[in-house]
């Protein structure tokens, strides 16, 4: 899991205001998927994709949106149509779809 | 969707102690099922995880064991000492629509 960074790790946003965390792998995963975690909450799902120029929405890709257009690379921009978008969001990387999912770091995001 | 459900959603143990954690799940069909270790602002990491075909599994003081008849599996960890304190979360893999469910996690500490 050392081979997946996010960045920044601290991001403070005004509302209205869209704003994109990084995630980068080296690890050769062709999938990649974004999470958003809350205090007291699971892991949910806000997109994935299994491979490269193809991503598919997870289970609340509403006010989120993404690119996939290198395989290390996956983007997510957080639009202002995101009601409640202060959360801890967390990047992870997989062979396959069917295999161990790898985290990177996470990013805090605050909207002020 | 798939339905997680993860108890206790906190536990406290004596060092030395044995913690048992389970989930349930609502999909028969699921059939990959890992747990990661979440200590406080940092990144998800499994620590172990069982296949359908695979009644138990164990990794030193780890273990996991599933029962697909009654759809449940639990984590037990012997021994615990206090760098076992963090959050734990369950987490259930359906094929079928290739998505990762987690459950909300447990809150262990261990007390010295």
């Known amino acids: 899991d050392g081979g997946i960074t996010q960045s920044p790790k601290y991001l403070f946003r005004k509302e209205g205001q869209n704003v994109t965390l990084s995630c980068e792998q080296n690890?050769?995963?062709?999938?990649m998927y974004w999470y958003r975690q809350d205090p007291g909450q699971g892991l949910r799902l806000i997109y994935y994709?299994?491979?490269?120029?193809?991503?598919q929405k997870g289970d609340i890709a509403e006010g989120y949106s993404v690119s996939r257009e290198k395989k290390e690379s996956f983007p997510l921009t957080v639009t202002s149509a995101q009601k409640n978008p202060t959360a801890f969001y967390l990047c992870?990387?997989?062979?396959?779809?069917?295999?161990?999912?790898?985290f990177g770091p996470g990013t805090r995001l605050t909207v002020l | 969707g798939e339905n997680v459900e993860q108890h206790p959603s906190t536990l406290s143990v004596q060092e030395g102690d044995s913690a048992v954690i389970k989930c349930t799940y609502s999909d028969s069909a699921s059939n990959y099922f890992p747990w990661y270790k979440q200590e406080l602002g940092k990144r998800p990491q499994l620590i172990i995880d069982i296949r359908s075909n695979v009644g138990e599994k164990k990794d030193q003081r780890i273990a996991v064991t599933l029962n697909k008849t009654a759809k449940h599996f639990s984590l037990h960890i012997t021994e615990t000492q206090p760098e076992d304190s963090a959050v734990y979360f369950c987490?259930?893999?359906?094929?079928?629509?290739?998505?990762?469910?987690f459950g909300k996690g447990t809150l262990l500490t261990v007390n010295p």
């Open positions: 994709s299994q491979i490269v120029n193809d991503f």
């Open positions: 987490a259930v893999y359906r094929g079928s629509n290739y998505k990762l469910t």
């Open positions: 690890l050769n995963h062709d999938a």
């Open positions: 992870a990387s997989s062979y396959g779809l069917a295999d161990t999912q790898y």
